[in-house]
């Protein structure tokens, strides 16, 4: 199945590069030359993947992770010509989900997407057909039609967000590891799941905790995991 990949790059002949490429390989590129066309290219279509470019003008790409990060899951892969360790963290606390410097090899690039696409189906077809409503104080999350209210209000998660959620809500009063939580979700062993754990929890916490230094619902055990 033919993927549908923005590629977000300022340099002309590098995004043109990787067009061709991806084009090549039977994928369908998609272009955007900065950080505010490719939130608008988001917000207007539906893609697999995200290619990122962090050094740009007007809106650089750690920005535009950020914004995509609040209602989208679709996987993002930062391209960058920085290496620094603190320089990836702060990417991977954004909610990146792979980083490649400058220099990559294209066939490399294009395994590291496919990798990603296979861990993201993954996920959306774990879609089970559970009629139940949960609640727990003013939280409710209604299976029936995939929504979360708090107090009233609805709120927007995304696919994994809601799942996370849900698992927690489900083992209401547990502790749960961050191995259990990721195992859960991907069904998959959960090597380096750390971050990818932490970066949703915080996600979810800003949706539904009027003060999120003050949890009212989802709460850090430290040393342990989450409940």
């Not at 955007?32 to 990122?52: C, K, M, T």
């Not at 963290?89 to 090899?105: I, M, R």
């Not at 294209?106 to 296979?118: D, G, H, N, W, Y």
Request: charge should be negative; aromatic fraction near 6%.
């Amino acid at each position: 199945m033919n993927s549908k990949i923005l590629i977000v790059e300022d340099e002309a002949k590098l995004r043109e590069i990787l067009c061709d490429y991806f084009s090549s390989k039977g994928e369908l590129p998609v272009e955007a030359s900065n950080g505010i066309q490719a939130l608008e290219l988001i917000d207007e279509n539906e893609f697999d993947a995200v290619l990122l470019d962090i050094m740009m003008p007007e809106l650089d790409g750690l920005s535009v992770c950020r914004a995509v990060r609040r209602t989208n899951d679709v996987p993002i892969i930062f391209l960058t010509a920085l290496s620094d360790e603190e320089d990836k963290l702060l990417g991977y606390e954004l909610g990146a989900d792979d980083y490649v410097t400058v220099g990559y090899n294209p066939l490399e690039l294009l395994a590291r997407v496919k990798s990603q696409l296979r861990r993201y189906t993954q996920l959306v077809n774990l879609c089970e057909s559970i009629d139940s409503i949960y609640r727990v104080d003013g939280l409710e999350i209604n299976d029936r039609n995939r929504t979360v209210t708090v107090d009233g209000r609805e709120v927007k998660m995304t696919p994994i967000e809601y799942k996370i959620l849900r698992l927690l809500v489900q083992e209401r009063g547990k502790v749960l590891s961050i191995s259990q939580i990721y195992e859960s979700i991907w069904h998959m062993q959960a090597i380096g799941a750390d971050n990818t754990i932490a970066v949703h929890i915080r996600h979810i916490r800003e949706k539904i905790e009027s003060n999120p230094k003050e949890p009212r619902y989802l709460k850090v055990v430290w040393g342990t995991g989450y409940k």
